[in-house]
């Protein structure tokens, strides 16, 4: 079964636009910790968020919390910096998925380079740790070799250029056939970025995945309709999915 990790860093930006510092007297809100137990309470199989170098939405406080009080899989997105490393070692997410991170970007907006020397020693240290490690790549068979040969347990297919484009078909070929070499190379497969009510079924070509991790939109819907019901939309969303 397709199993869905809830985005919260969104929830973080709503409240960071106006609690910056933690002001005395003020209850910062709305509170990701308690988005996680609403996403968890209707069936959600995981948490995911994103800290930043920038700490632009969740921040240490926030992860510390989120270990402590969630009851499904915390999944650390995260970039390869040290001190962010050993943020992570310390922590102990169930899973940590390495992406790239560019300051002046609005959200992670390409895959990571799976070549670069510094990346199989950061994995062989998580997971020392314990931690399972996933890396957030693009649809490219050379980083699926990659990270197969990097050491990575999981990939997760970045698909916003798939949720981006007029015409999808050939995005979607790429995460095909990505995803065949990935578990063919004994990898396993997530995905996720861009991803929403209306593009969710397409990806239902895509074999193998066992992840889907979704923020914004869920965020978005979960304005007009509360959190509950946006998280419940898109698990009846996932259920066409044939495995
Ligand atoms: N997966 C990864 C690795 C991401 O960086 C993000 C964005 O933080 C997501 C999934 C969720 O993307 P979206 O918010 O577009 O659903």
């Known amino acids: 079964m397709l199993q869905l990790g809830v985005n919260i860093d969104h929830v973080a930006t709503l409240r960071q636009a106006r609690y ?3 002001q005395d007297g003020m209850s910062p809100e709305p509170d990701p910790v308690a988005a996680a137990a609403e996403a968890e309470a209707v ?5 995911t968020v994103h800290l930043r170098e920038d700490r632009r939405h969740i921040q240490d406080s926030d992860v510390h919390t989120l270990r402590k009080t969630i009851r499904t899989r915390l999944n650390l997105e995260m970039a390869d910096v040290p ?3 050993a943020i992570a070692e310390a922590l102990k997410p169930d899973e940590v998925c390495i992406v790239p991170e560019r300051r002046a ?17 950061t994995i062989a ?7 399972v490690v996933s890396l957030f790549i693009a649809p490219n068979l ?28 050939t995005e979607l070929k790429r995460l095909v056939s990505a995803a065949e070499l990935a578990h063919g190379l004994g990898l396993r497969v997530n995905a996720g970025h861009g ?15 066992e992840t889907l991790n979704i923020g914004h939109s869920i965020v978005s819907r979960a304005v007009f309709v509360g959190l509950r019901q946006a998280v419940a939309e898109m698990l009846a969303a996932m259920k066409g999915y044939p495995g």
């Open 195 to 209: 991803l929403n009510y209306r593009n969710i079924t397409g990806t239902f070509a895509v074999p193998h995945m």
């Open 83 to 85: 001190e962010i490393v």
């Open 20 to 22: 910056k510092s933690g």
């Open 43 to 47: 069936g959600a199989h995981g948490i």
């Open 125 to 131: 240290r998580l997971r020392n740790a314990g931690i």
């Open 105 to 121: 970007e609005v959200t992670t907006e390409g895959g990571l380079n799976v070549t670069v020397k510094s990346l199989p020693r």
């Open 142 to 169: 050379k980083q699926v070799r990659a990270a197969a040969a990097a050491g990575a347990q999981f990939i997760e297919l970045h698909t916003g250029a798939y949720a981006n484009a007029r015409d999808n078909t």
